[in-house]
């Protein structure tokens, strides 16, 4: 399965852009690239995700590179409220999985 | 609409009991699957399933069976519960198994502790 990479923890300023990056360097032409956070006491739940183009959503963007060898979770004005662990998981075609990794524990300082 | 269910919420087992835990969607999801979370760690999947009588193992499978009877439900069992196993477990859906597209929805958990 394909493996990503991410910074154990990172912290913002409330109100701040926040860029969250993954390392993928083992993507295959196939795979989505896909981002959940998880609240604390919570289940994880869908943030984003995207093949080879950036996304927008009302929560994020998704910014991947042109070799899609990494990706960057945007969030554009971090609030109290995403301070959760962000994970981003490939979701390899012919199979079904989604293997988690350890993800970003994000800290938003008041 | 529901969502995913997870029951029950709590539970307290002694060493070496059995016990199952639940797991329904009620969106007609052909895919579902059982993560365990341990305390400070990622999710690591345990088994899943790409629709009803087809099941497969994940990361971790060891001490757990599942079945997978109708659509809706995804019982996880524990056959033997040891210290090991303690941990919070997540069921997940999601629409359909064709499709790398679409997202998943998880449950908002099981907390097991074996004593």
């Known amino acids: 399965d394909a493996k990503t990479t991410q910074p154990n923890s990172m912290e913002s300023n409330e109100e701040e852009p926040v860029h969250l990056p993954c390392n993928h360097s083992?993507?295959?032409?196939?795979?989505?690239i896909h981002w959940y956070r998880q609240l604390p006491s919570q289940g994880p739940e869908y943030v984003i995700h995207?093949?080879?183009s950036n996304v927008n959503n009302r929560m994020a963007s998704l910014a991947i590179a042109e070799d899609r060898k990494s990706s960057t979770l945007i969030l554009h004005r971090a609030t109290l409220r995403d301070a959760a662990v962000y994970y981003c998981?490939?979701?390899?075609?012919?199979?079904?999985?989604?293997?988690f990794g350890t993800g970003t524990r994000l800290k938003v300082l008041a | 609409n529901a969502g995913v269910t997870q029951t029950p919420k709590f539970q307290v087992l002694k060493t070496g009991q059995s016990m199952t835990l639940q797991c329904a969607q009620d969106m007609n999801h052909e895919y579902m699957s059982w993560y365990r979370q341990d305390p400070g760690m990622g999710l690591r999947l345990i088994h899943y399933s790409v629709g009803a009588g087809i099941t497969d193992q994940g990361e971790v499978p060891n001490g757990y069976n599942v079945s997978r009877s109708t659509t809706e439900d995804f019982p996880l069992r524990l056959l033997s519960a040891a210290p090991s196993q303690t941990s919070v477990y997540f069921c997940?859906?999601?629409?359909?198994?064709?499709?790398?597209?679409?997202?998943?929805?998880f449950g908002q958990g099981t907390r097991l502790t074996v004593v």
């Open positions: 083992t993507i295959s032409g196939t795979d989505y």
């Open positions: 998981i490939l979701f390899t075609s012919g199979t079904y999985k989604y293997i």
């Open positions: 995207g093949l080879t």
């Open positions: 997940a859906s999601r629409p359909h198994r064709g499709r790398f597209n679409t997202e998943a929805f």
